[in-house]
């Protein structure tokens, strides 16, 4: 089954740290970027990051630049998202989703996870 | 700025259609987009893509239809179900950025 399924979320105070991980399955998820997205309590979607295939070249949202790092393992078919210096605005669901394909005549962003809940309160 | 414009929402009754709209801000009205459903209390879905109805998503009924070239893009929904009601977003990328926008509610009268 194709699936993304992220774990890693919960209560955490403001400056702590927690880190999400994201297992994909069905598919080879070194032949997709990934990407990172949030959704505060009744707002929109926000892209966070995105990494390449081999991790090399990772991108930031200005709102989490510096705090938060996107990483991957592709043996392990897993996505990180390293979370530190947390703030009360960074409380969302995150969700990772596949990004750009490496076979051009797929379609990008095709697949979502189920969401993992992060908050931060004191 | 890449931005992306949605209208916050649109409504049409049980059978008939509704057309959505999102706008890519001046100077991007080459890039792809993706269409996006959130369902009350899910969380988002991929519907489609810019490749007409062969990007559609798994699963996805051909009731959706996304269509439009420049800056101006849509998502049709023909013979609205109840379980259409939702929020849909628009997304667009180049490198560096992926961008979403704001999203429209879609009511089933």
């Known amino acids: 089954q194709v699936q993304l399924v992220e774990s890693g979320g919960g209560l955490v105070k403001p400056g702590g740290s927690l880190r999400l991980s994201c297992a994909g399955s069905?598919?080879?998820?070194?032949?997709?970027?990934m990407s990172w997205i949030r959704q505060a309590p009744g707002k929109g979607l926000e892209w966070i990051s995105y990494?390449?295939?081999?991790?090399?070249?990772?991108y930031y949202a200005d709102s989490v630049r510096g705090r938060f790092t996107a990483s991957r393992d592709n043996t392990q078919q897993s996505l990180y998202l390293q979370m530190d210096s947390l703030r009360v605005e960074d409380t969302a669901v995150y969700y990772c989703?596949?990004?750009?394909?490496?076979?051009?005549?797929?379609?990008?962003?095709?697949?979502w996870g189920q969401g993992t809940v992060v908050i931060v309160s004191s | 700025q890449l931005v992306l414009t949605q209208s916050p929402s649109a409504s049409a009754s049980l059978g008939a259609s509704v057309k959505l709209t999102c706008t890519l801000s001046?100077?991007?009205?080459?890039?792809?987009i993706a269409w996006h459903q959130q369902q009350p209390g899910k969380g988002p879905r991929y519907l489609m893509g810019?490749?007409?109805?062969?990007s559609r998503g798994d699963g996805i009924p051909d009731r959706f239809s996304g269509s439009g070239s420049g800056a101006e893009r849509y998502l049709t929904i023909s013979g609205l179900q109840s379980e259409d009601e939702a929020v849909y977003y628009c997304?667009?990328?180049?490198?560096?950025?992926?961008?979403f926008g704001g999203g429209t509610k879609v009511t089933v009268l």
């Open positions: 989703v596949r990004d750009l394909p490496y076979d051009k005549s797929l379609e990008p962003f095709d697949l």
């Open positions: 069905g598919f080879l998820l070194f032949d997709y970027y």
């Open positions: 990494i390449s295939r081999r991790g090399s070249s990772v």
């Open positions: 001046s100077g991007h009205s080459s890039y792809p």
């Open positions: 810019s490749g007409g109805s062969h």
């Open positions: 997304q667009t990328w180049n490198t560096g950025i992926r961008v």
